[in-house]
């Protein structure tokens, strides 16, 4: 009666464990995971493993079999709704847009073989003929990385308001001039030069002069701090006083150039130049325009420049010369 009664306690076992995978502890120390079949006697127990097959064990090997605990069910989490921003207001709107203006200036750089300035300024004079004078001056250079060719483009304008004995302001006068200048080099530095300039003296009395010159020249560079140029060359000249005059009309023209550039510190400049014009057919016409300048760089962007200048012309008309010499100081700003 007992035999009969434990094989049917091993048959209820077997059918519970097989309604769920079971745990079956070896006495090596393993343990597999599978289905208990109805094959298994109480000598071998037939195990169904999802890995490893039907597989057979010896009963005398196997500790324990335990029903394999079921697997937490995870709970859904709910999707986190994305938060939406704060409607901005028409004040913080403004100021958004404001820096973005501003990172887009400040990302905003020439090309590296660019390089210039602007620079704004105000003389004033004192004595028997007070007067204030505005003047804005402009300069860009295009030098590739190397190539032989140079450019250059210059210009001012400048804006005089006198004052008469009684006291009453008016505008006397204003001038503007502009240049270009094209260089090739040659061979090791010396180079061809193409210049063609203008300008309008309303101080001096000149309506037009337009100069187109042709010439060679010399880059000396003893070092990387100082730099010298020399050179000279001809061409033409369209020269229209306010009276007529027989320097009026096309005359021929020669020219020396000279440039000198110094940096002794790192943001400190000091840049000289000199240009002198005649005709051939008659020596006694004749202009130079010589300037001298020291610029500081305060930033990368602004600096200051002290400068002198100096404009002669022997004959304007009538033999009568005219000669327009100023100190300056302008802010700068470069690019």
């Known amino acids: 009666m007992r035999m009969p009664f434990i094989f049917l306690l091993f048959v209820l076992a077997l059918a519970s464990a097989r309604a769920a995978p079971s745990v079956v502890a070896l006495d090596s120390g393993e343990q597999l995971i599978g289905e208990v079949l109805p094959a298994s006697t109480s000598e071998t127990l037939v195990l169904q493993s999802a890995v490893l097959g039907e597989i057979q064990l010896p009963r005398s090997r196997v500790l324990s079999i335990q029903p394999k605990a079921p697997q ?18 028409k004040e913080n709107a403004g ?4 820096r973005k203006i501003l990172d887009i200036l400040k990302e905003f750089k020439a090309p590296d073989h660019w390089s210039g300035n602007l620079r704004l300024g105000v003389n004033l004079s004192q004595g028997d ?5 505005s003047y804005a001056r402009g300069q860009l250079e295009i030098k590739p990385k190397q190539s032989p060719h140079f450019y250059r483009l210059n210009g001012s304008y400048t804006y005089r308001v006198t004052e008469r004995p009684n006291g009453d302001a008016f505008k006397s006068t204003d001038k503007y001039d502009a240049q270009f200048i094209y260089r090739r080099t040659l061979w090791d530095n010396w180079f061809v030069q193409n210049s063609l300039g203008g300008r309008v003296d309303q101080v001096k009395g000149i309506d037009r002069e337009v100069q187109e010159a042709i010439g060679i020249g010399y880059n000396y560079k003893p070092s990387n701090t100082f ?10 000249e369209d020269f229209q006083p306010d009276f007529e005059d027989t320097r009026s009309g096309l005359n021929p023209l020669t020219n020396i150039f ?3 550039t110094w940096r002794p ?3 400190t400049s000091l840049v000289q130049k000199f240009n002198y014009y005649w ?12 300037t001298a300048a020291i610029r500081v760089r305060m930033t990368d962007l602004l600096g200051v420049e002290f400068s002198y200048n100096k404009s002669f012309d022997n004959d304007v008309g009538n033999g009568n010369a005219r000669d327009d010499t100023q100190w300056r100081n302008a802010l700068v700003i470069y690019f």
Request: charged content about 25%; aromatic content about 6%; proline content about 11%.
């Open 95 to 98: 100021i958004v847009e404001e």
């Open 72 to 89: 937490p069910t995870a709970k859904p989490q709910p999707m986190a709704q994305p938060k939406l921003a704060a409607e901005p207001s």
């Open 265 to 267: 510190l790192q943001r």
């Open 129 to 133: 003929r007070r007067w204030t004078e």
């Open 258 to 260: 000279q440039e000198a």
């Open 279 to 290: 005709n051939p057919g008659d020596t006694e016409q004749f202009n130079y325009v010589l």
């Open 227 to 236: 730099e010298i140029l020399l050179g000279g060359g001809g061409g033409i």
